[in-house]
């Protein structure tokens, strides 16, 4: 059932990108900001735990669950060492993919040609 | 009339294409929907493989879309996509992928550390800064109401 609703979850996340961008004129790079921080606030009111657990690779896999891993990577060590603790553990759960971003980005772009 | 600054986006509207809708959402829905399938199976696999849990299953799987995205972009497949899938390629943490390593093979020409390693997020940054800027700001005044209930 998880399969199900991650395709559909996630395909309607993409849809609200799409009506932002053709309704609302947004640029790509405005949408994928704004989703960053949607995801932050509903991460904050804790709806977005609720949504992963719900619909799985339909939450974790949209851009908004950026803004989600980094408040709530955040709220883990703030909740141990108050307000600096938000500094040291805002990347903690996001690592992996700003990580992987990097190395892959950089490797891919050193071994492939540009095209077109 | 055409050159009223005062109506010009009102006077331009005859000239621009125009968009289909209904369309462009039915194939943002399959394509994003189809990534994030994509996602859940390999999300399955490592919760079943490697002992992950629900909640700690997103990062290798982020991991993994990013890797493939990337490797797409540089043989020129996921622009042909992007064309097809519009936000459906963009939203997903594939599009964020795509577009680090577009940027840095742009300016591969101008060499590895000017031009790979310098434009690396010249696109993608805008992600970093409003997510980390957001969460910040989010993170500050959770701390600050909890501390009173």
Known sequence: ???????????????????????????????????????????????????????????????????????????????????????????????????????FGFLVALFFKPKG | MLNDPKNYSENIKPFQPRIPYAANCVRAFLSGGLICLAGQFMETFYIHFFHFTKQSAGNPTVATLILLAALMTGIGVYDKIARFAGAGSIVPVTGFANSITSAALEHKSEGIVLGIATNLFSLAGEVIVFGVVSAAVLGIIRLFIEQFF
Do not use: R
Request: hydrophobic share 55%; proline share 2%; glycine share 14%.
């Open chain 1, 1 to 103: 059932m998880i399969f199900l609703y991650a395709f559909l979850v996630g395909g309607a996340i993409c849809v609200i990108g799409q009506l932002l961008m053709d309704v609302f004129k947004l640029t790509p790079a405005h949408v994928v900001a704004s989703f960053v921080v949607l995801g932050a606030l509903f991460d904050a009111f804790g709806i977005y735990d609720w949504l992963i657990n719900f619909a799985g690779a339909g939450a974790t896999v949209p851009i908004t669950s950026f803004g989600h891993s980094l408040l709530h990577g955040a709220m883990a060590e703030g909740h141990e060492h108050g307000y600096l603790g938000i500094a040291i553990g805002i990347f903690k759960l996001t690592s992996a993919g700003i990580t992987s971003a990097i190395l």
